[in-house]
């Protein structure tokens, strides 16, 4: 089934072999005819993942960098919609020398150029399919296993199936018969499964296992427990318990595995203390972050795991409070009087935005630190405009058709040297900037103290920008200070507030870049300014 935590395994077992030392490469494909996520809604897909080349990508390419810290490309993602492009391209070129296009050999041709390519470059490339066994999408992708598995031979192949195992109350038990349907399903279209990965809410018996063994023909060693967990990121150190990697290490004929326990050793330098400030934080903070989606989490879950970072870089505890912008204000603001940080993450449309800036509104009068993203800075750009200098009719061109637009729609951008243009009748995956943007920030800012740079690289993924040319008169009046901008100067990419102990925004997404081992700044930092509220480090004089 979905949601079932293929790609946390797929992350989990890259980041157990680059313990063992090994190289990665982590791969999607996913059966849906859209040629990305972009234009999906977060309540149907969840969050969209922005590369720093700025391919939109499923969420799972999240858990993939953040636990292994390798940095995702287009060239790792596939979605039908993909290969029916780039096929129907070959054939109106004549690639195909007058043949019927067909699903077999055409499409699960393009399937298996896609896994394959690259592979010299690492030892192990694991490449993840979407969506659930039997679903009619899904067939070509595993009828190009299929093939492949025989291509390559076992020798160079190895098919992981993650399943689940419903637990019965009244009778007390697990059930092992969806496994065994949904392998035999999976057998019935000539793929067998190497390794049999239960997801449980308990733990699983030598005779479950045996059991799951003879019916699903896999060696018993092989059918490896994967219970829920109190945190994904103790789920490598669960499945090295577990034998995954040692399994691995047999299945290749790969030697000496682990001789004198390294890779416990390892697990503990690089997860060690993640595990401490999950299990054994020595101090907790209350947050709240103000959205739109807060009823379905995989739509925030970079921001989630980013605030986490934050924690762990803190050794912290953060209890998060998910407040609905779209409720009553005076609700929203009864609701922030108990935290002691306050986050408004991106969004589109209009819809939630005036909770959200009455959020940013009780975060600047109560000087409650707060972190603003993408739509977050635009929002506070607004309500300084509308509360400071009473421009009551302050909005963005995305909003509104009438207004003064302080949020304009940009045609016109520099990256890397090179002119970019958009105009507003291009499509809505055309027209945003998307992935790695170099910023220069001002020295002496929040910002500086935070990042301990000059410049900074960040991912973006937006339509509007602050409109600095037409009003940065009144936004220098409303007390914003651009401590952030973009090489050519003519992008705002960070604000901040000097007569605030923090308060600070970006344009750009940080939560892409951040890792449990390595918390971006931004976070850290707003996780430090929420615990030491009451005696303030980080407020900025110019």
Not at 171 to 193: C, D, N, R, Y
Not at 351 to 357: A, D, F, L
Not at 366 to 393: M, Y
Not at 465 to 477: A, D, M, P, Q
Request: hydrophobic fraction near 35%; charge should be neutral.
């Amino acid at each position: 089934m979905s949601s079932i935590g293929k790609g946390i395994t797929s992350a989990t077992i890259g980041s157990l072999l680059q313990i063992h030392g090994f190289s990665v490469r982590i791969k999607k494909m996913d059966p849906y005819i859209n040629v990305d996520p972009g234009t999906m809604s977060p309540y149907k897909h969840g969050e969209v993942f922005v590369m720093g080349d700025g391919c939109e990508s499923d969420l799972d390419f999240g858990h993939y960098e953040r636990f292994t810290d390798i940095k995702c490309t287009a060239e790792d993602v596939l979605t039908t919609g993909k290969i029916y492009q780039k096929v129907l391209k070959k054939e109106r070129l004549g690639d195909y020398l007058g043949s019927d296009i067909q699903v077999i050999p055409h499409i699960t041709d393009e399937i298996k150029a896609f896994i394959i390519d690259g592979h010299e470059d690492v030892d192990f490339t694991i490449c993840e399919v979407g969506g659930t066994v039997g679903d009619i999408e899904g067939l070509p992708y595993i009828e190009a296993i299929r093939q492949l598995t025989i291509e390559l031979g076992k020798s160079r192949t190895l098919c992981a199936h993650l399943t689940y195992l419903p637990y019965m109350k009244t009778s007390e038990e697990l059930k092992t018969k969806p496994t065994q349907h949904s392998v035999k399903q999976l057998q019935s279209m000539g793929v067998q499964p190497d390794m049999i990965l239960c997801r449980c809410e308990k733990s699983i018996d030598n005779e479950i296992k045996a059991k799951i063994s003879m019916f699903c023909n896999v060696k018993k060693e092989n059918v490896i427990a994967a219970p829920d967990a109190e945190n994904i990121y103790l789920i490598p150190k669960m499945y090295h318990l577990a034998s995954v990697d040692r399994q691995i290490y047999d299945h290749f004929g790969i030697p000496d595995y682990d001789p004198k326990g390294r890779a416990e050793n390892k697990i503990k330098e690089r997860w060690g203390a993640v595990e401490h400030s999950i299990v054994k934080p020595s101090k907790t903070v209350r947050i709240a972050v103000v959205g739109k989606y807060t009823r379905m989490k995989d739509a925030y879950i970079s921001v989630s795991q980013a605030i986490s970072h934050g924690g762990f870089a803190n050794d912290a505890k953060v209890d998060v409070d998910w407040v609905d912008s779209r409720g009553d204000l005076e609700e929203i603001k009864r609701r922030l009087k108990d935290v002691s940080g306050i986050l408004v993450p991106g969004g589109f449309d209009s819809n939630g935005t005036e909770g959200k800036i009455a959020a940013i509104k009780f975060a600047r009068e109560n000087k409650i630190p707060f972190l603003g993203i993408c739509l977050g800075l635009q929002l506070s750009v607004i309500e300084a405009c509308r509360n400071l200098v009473g421009i009551k009719n302050a909005t963005s061109r995305e909003f509104s058709d009438n207004g003064a637009f302080v949020i304009d729609f940009m045609q016109n951008w520099e990256k890397d040297g090179v002119l970019e243009s958009r105009t507003q009748l291009s499509g809505k995956g055309e027209t945003m900037r998307l992935g790695n943007y170099r910023c220069k920030i001002l020295p002496g800012t929040l910002a500086h103290k935070v990042y301990g740079s000059t410049e900074i690289t960040e991912r973006h993924r937006h339509r509007f920008e602050v409109n600095i040319k037409e009003y940065k008169e009144v936004f220098e009046k409303a007390g914003l200070l651009f401590s952030g901008m973009s090489v050519d100067g003519v992008l705002p990419e960070i604000i901040e507030r000097c007569d605030h102990p923090f308060f600070i925004a970006t344009q750009a997404h940080p939560e892409f870049k951040s890792r449990p081992f390595a918390a971006h700044p931004l976070f850290a930092s707003f996780i430090e300014a929420a615990i030491n509220r009451d005696c303030p480090i980080w407020g900025v004089k110019l």
